[in-house]
């Protein structure tokens, strides 16, 4: 890393191919996702910058605002504090505390790992360049009256004490009932109330003259109810439309309406409205103008709407409520039921339904041409069919609610005037200025300042004192502006012209509409371009049952345990060769010993090629040997450039796993079990003439030494010195730490001059080096192996395969027999075709060393 190998600069001359990793959160160590994400990601930029690509990876770190303030929250409770008793100011400080003692762990791992970012360019969404970048966008956008505050209803996170956008939630069916509950009329309560509420009836209409009934799996909230709703064409309930309901145990008068919404084969088909804490509900009350009853606060507990139950937790309060109303006689009955329940994604703290001002942004507009740039195929989903999954996200987006309750975060660039606070809000005695402003602020009426910096004055009155907007910005908008924001954004460098738009986006489908999404609109609005051209969405790692990997399950393998014990390139390659284009991978001991071994083996077949090159002398040309190579040697020669292009295709087009499994069985199966194999004797011996007749095996023809002579010991040695050289290299990208070690060792025995680092920025000069007669200093900086189309030959593959094909019959009949290992055997052979004869006979030497044979005869 300190020889600025995977640094890129500006330079015209050379395509760039960019990418930048999905910042991870500061708070996090490396898991399995992790390493799969950044391993393939690695994997191409290595390829790309080896085919002579201006390759910049551009990594950094994501604050995580309510993660990290959760984990700083916890240190200060073992301390008996909270946030609060240090005051903000004093707790930001802690956090950055925190960051710079822990928020690195995570790059290191990716350095551990082998990520080849471009360092340099480390970047943090809190840092000086990046918040410009937020703030600006915020400013444009509120200019462009894109982003707007209001009272809506939000997700919030009781625990965290905080609003979470829909893709927040995480959503969960769990275990629960739905009670059904007797809402009377109001013209039978009068004067005999408990009486009505009693009766029962075998009516699967759930409705008669006295009352109604509705089915809810969250009663607690019916104490904010100011309405109960039907379907207008719900022939059960028509005539009942307008009448008046009294709202069991607070005795309100709620009425009786009709909403195309309601779905009469539902429930019961009579729905009870919480505008105040149900989304759908919120729609419904805004349409017919019903009152909003706040019955739950912020932290989870019954607000004093809630009458008799104000101050108990919800699910207290739930308890206490279905005891009275089954005391009353409003308890109809209760059915199991599988309950969607909206959890924090942070915390897991189910979350409430609750009426806030926030700061929201308009999402629609931005939506449709980020939808059109899919549809016309400018970003291309890898798989495909995770296009329609973004697709389908996209038509039915809600506004996205920006503001945060928390203070870890880029703060809102909006500031407000105290003096005009005063004016709208007024000034309570025992109120201090801090707290008025917190209540007005909170205040629809109060008029917001935005600006790019805190104003000197209120443009509106002039007054010089005004206060910052407590809230922060969701973690998601300055991750929505990763691609351009590291490039320098707002300020119109020369990296953001060059660089930008990125090439390709590597991440997972959980995070389409969290991230990708909000990027392609991002791109759109502010930089008029998409953010990258290509989205490959990797598979979920799994474990060897097929379940998904989590700490609560305790099936989680732990990247950094595998690097321990079998080696980092090991791990890569597992995941590499586990991960099937748009599958999920299951990951298990098995595959990491798997990988182990081949590893080991890579290493022992070229330190066998190296203990045999210790006299060797790199010919400048593979053509110089003509008519020199035999058939083995044009074999292995085929298969390598067979495996070059095989290889090449598969990267090309992001199947990563089948270019894994191609170079295994390549240098496996084909060069160290065959080809290294083949050649011993011509290495040990110096010549041996591979086409030694079966009739005669004795006699061996040997003429003086010669390059020129086939089945040569040089032959042989330039043929495995040219397939290892190139192999390292189609390597590298799966396994960089042993193809560098081997690299440098093949430097040291052949002892090739090697290109200066600055030669080979220059693309022309990286494109022509030859492994030959030319040798990078590092391979990291070597150029991808070169397709010689010729030397692919099917009839050259054909007749090896029956040379081995013979070769592993005799081996197996012969583990049947069960002779000594070092005991020759005799082999008949029935070959009926002249071709056929004619292989065998030629390479008989090769037979008859690998099967130990003494003699073989052959006939129809």
Same mark, same amino acid.
């Given at each position: ?341 909206? +959890? ?197 790692? +799994? ?121 295994? +069985? ?15 004797? +011509? ?34 040695? &330039?043929?495995? &010195? ?139």
């Amino acid at each position: 890393m300190d020889k600025g190998y995977f640094h890129a600069e500006v330079d015209r001359k050379r395509k760039p191919f960019t990418m930048v990793i999905p910042p991870p959160n500061i708070t996090g160590s490396l898991h399995m996702g992790h390493a799969l994400n950044s391993t393939l990601q690695d994997i191409l930029v290595r390829y790309k910058r080896m085919r002579g690509y201006n390759a910049c990876w551009i990594p950094g770190t994501d604050h995580a605002g309510i993660a990290t303030q959760n984990v700083v929250e916890r240190e200060l409770l073992k301390e008996g504090k909270s946030r609060f008793d240090l005051g903000r100011k004093k707790f930001i400080e802690k956090v950055w505390e925190w960051k710079k003692k822990y928020g690195n762990r995570i790059i290191e791992q990716l350095k551990r790992l082998g990520c080849s970012c471009d360092w340099e360019r480390l970047r943090f969404t809190l840092d000086k360049e990046c918040s410009e970048a937020v703030t600006e966008t915020f400013v444009k956008l509120y200019e462009k009256d894109l982003i707007y505050r209001d009272e809506y209803i939000i997700n919030w996170c009781p625990r965290c004490q905080t609003a979470l956008s829909d893709i927040e939630v995480e959503h969960e069916d769990e275990k629960g009932y739905f009670y059904y509950i007797k809402y009377p009329f109001k013209s039978q309560v009068a004067g005999r109330r408990s009486q009505v509420a009693r009766k029962t009836t075998s009516d699967k209409r759930r409705a008669t003259s006295d009352y109604i009934t509705v089915a809810t799996t969250r009663p607690e909230t019916m104490l904010g109810d100011t309405a109960v709703a039907i379907n207008p064409k719900d022939k059960r309930f028509k005539r009942l439309i307008g009448k008046t309901l009294i709202l069991p145990i607070m005795n309100r008068e709620i009425p009786l309406i009709a909403d195309d919404y309601v779905d009469p084969e539902f429930g019961t088909g009579a729905v009870k409205i919480t505008p105040a804490h149900d989304p759908n509900d919120f729609e419904i009350g805004r349409k017919h103008k019903l009152p909003e009853v706040r019955v739950i606060d912020t932290s989870g507990k019954m607000t004093r709407e809630a009458g008799k139950y104000e101050g108990l937790d919800r699910y207290e309060c739930r308890k206490r409520l279905l005891e009275d109303l089954e005391k009353e006689g409003y308890l109809e009955k209760k059915e199991d039921y599988l309950v969607p329940v909206g +959890r924090c994604y942070r915390c897991s703290t189910s979350i409430e339904f609750l009426i806030s001002l926030q700061w929201f942004l308009k999402v629609r507009d931005l939506a449709k041409p980020a939808i059109e740039v899919v549809k016309e195929g400018r970003i291309e989903y890898i798989p495909k069919r995770w296009e329609k999954v973004y697709l389908d996200w996209m038509e039915g987006l809600k506004d996205w609610c920006l503001s945060r309750q928390i203070w870890w975060g880029h703060r809102i660039p909006v500031y407000y005037c105290q003096n005009c606070i005063s004016q709208v809000a007024g000034r309570r005695s025992s109120e201090t200025i801090r707290d008025q402003a917190k209540r007005a602020i909170s205040d629809k009426q109060v008029e917001p300042i935005v600006a790019r910096k805190k104003p000197k004055e209120c443009p509106k009155c002039g007054n010089r004192n005004l206060v910052q907007d407590p809230d922060v910005l969701d973690t998601w908008f300055s991750s929505a502006l990763w691609p351009f924001s590291t490039l320098g954004w707002p300020k119109k460098t020369e990296d953001l012209a060059y660089f930008y738009p990125t090439s390709l986006l590597i991440t997972g489908h959980e995070i389409i509409h969290l991230w990708v999404a909000r990027m392609i609109k991002m791109g759109l609005e502010l930089m008029g371009d998409i953010p990258f051209s290509e989205v490959y969405i990797h598979g979920i790692v +799994r474990d060897k049952k097929g379940k998904k990997m989590s700490k609560s399950l305790g099936n989680v393998i732990d990247p950094l345990d595998i690097i321990a014990e079998y080696g980092t390139d090991a791990l890569r390659f597992t995941l590499a060769s586990s991960c099937a284009q748009g599958q999920d991978l299951q990951l298990f001991d098995e595959k990491f010993i798997s990988s182990r071994n081949f590893t080991n083996k890579i290493w022992n077949a070229s330190r066998f090629v190296l203990m045999n090159l210790k006299d060797f002398k790199p010919a400048s040309s593979i053509q110089d040997l003509g008519s020199s190579l035999t058939l083995v040697d044009r074999w292995i020669l085929s298969r390598y450039h067979r495996t070059v292009k095989e290889v090449t295709d598969s990267i090309e087009n992001y199947r990563i796993s089948e270019a894994a499994q191609i170079l295994y +069985r390549f240098v496996w199966h084909e060069f160290c079990d065959w080809y290294l194999e083949l050649i011993k004797p +011509r290495l040990n011996d110096g010549e041996i003439d591979p086409r030694s007749s079966i009739l005669d095996p004795g006699k061996e023809r040997k003429p003086a030494s010669s390059i020129q002579h086939p089945g040569s010991k040089e032959v042989a040695q &330039y043929v495995m &010195y040219l397939v290892l050289e190139g192999t390292l290299r189609l390597l590298h990208p799966f396994m960089p730490f042993i193809t560098e070690e081997i690299w440098q060792q093949l430097k040291k025995v052949t002892q090739l001059p090697s290109y200066p680092v600055t030669q080979l920025k220059n693309k022309k000069n990286h494109q022509t080096i030859k492994p030959s007669n030319r040798q990078t200093e590092s391979i990291m900086i070597s150029s991808w192996p070169e397709l010689d189309k010729r030397r692919i030959n099917a009839k050259i593959e054909k007749e090896m395969a029956l040379v081995i094909e013979v070769t592993t019959s005799i081996r197996n009949i012969r583990s049947e027999m069960g002779p000594a290992p070092q005991k020759k055997i005799e082999a008949f052979l029935k070959i009926r075709k002249k071709d056929q004869l004619k292989t065998i006979d030629a390479n008989a030497t090769y037979i008859r060393n690998l099967a130990r044979v003494s003699r073989i005869e052959m006939g129809p």
